[in-house]
């Protein structure tokens, strides 16, 4: 038989998630001629295929990550359904009322930003808190960011119940909600790629392009 030889490195997989979280909204806003309410109202503009495609992209790394336990299959698996959602159910427009579309749309995003806080402060956290060097670092990384996505989230939901909706949309708030979480989310999976020389010891630092030994595993860390 051949020896077993590893089809993909986990690390690059979590790095090309955060890449395309990270460039998501900036690409969405260059591309819209028009402001934007919020990342998701970008469907209705020119960015809707990046919008569209990335949300896609994005499932479908999330749907071929396994993790390290069963939890972390189920979560983001779950995470990927999430995400098709989002980009196939759209949000309302502008001038609509809400529909089946629109709420399919909040619920999955919701449940997808709730996910990924999960993946910060549990996940990734389970392998590193409380540990010394770079790996304590990551921790600090992972926990700043899980909070950071969960106190967005909070953040609009209270300007919601405070100022009321039309605030909301005046100060475009639900866009920089999302901005925040996305970027959150991003920071944190690029982090737990481990390619970031002040973030990851050179032993466990992944090859970018190629590697000395092709058959060797990665180490299971965050």
């Keep these: 038989m051949p020896s077993p030889t590893k089809v993909f490195d986990y690390r690059l997989l979590r790095f090309t998630v955060g890449l395309i979280a990270l460039l998501l909204a900036p690409l969405v806003v260059l591309l819209a001629t028009t402001p934007l309410s919020s990342i998701s109202a970008s469907y209705y503009t020119e960015a809707r295929d990046v919008f569209v495609g990335f949300l896609f992209v994005v499932g479908a790394l999330m749907m071929a990550y396994e993790g390290h336990t069963s939890q972390e299959s189920i979560a983001s698996r779950a995470a990927a359904i999430c995400a098709f959602c989002v980009a196939l159910f759209p949000t309302k427009c502008a001038d609509c009322i809400a529909s089946v579309s629109s709420w399919t749309h909040n619920i999955s995003a919701i449940a997808l930003f709730l996910i990924l806080s999960w993946f910060c402060l549990v996940a990734f956290q389970k392998r590193t808190r409380n540990q010394p060097g770079m790996k304590g670092r990551r921790s600090v990384i992972y926990a700043l960011c899980g909070w950071t996505i969960l106190g967005a989230m909070a953040a609009g939901l209270l300007t919601r119940l405070i100022a009321g909706a039309d605030a909301v949309k005046a100060w475009h708030v639900t866009f920089w909600v999302e901005w925040v979480a996305l970027w959150a989310f991003a ?4 982090t737990a790629g481990k ?17 000395s030994d092709p058959t060797s595993r990665p180490t299971e860390s965050s």
Excluded: G, K, R
């Design 187 to 190: 920071f944190a999976w690029i």
């Design 195 to 211: 390619v970031l020389p002040f973030l990851t010891a050179p032993e466990e630092a992944v090859p970018l392009f190629n590697s």
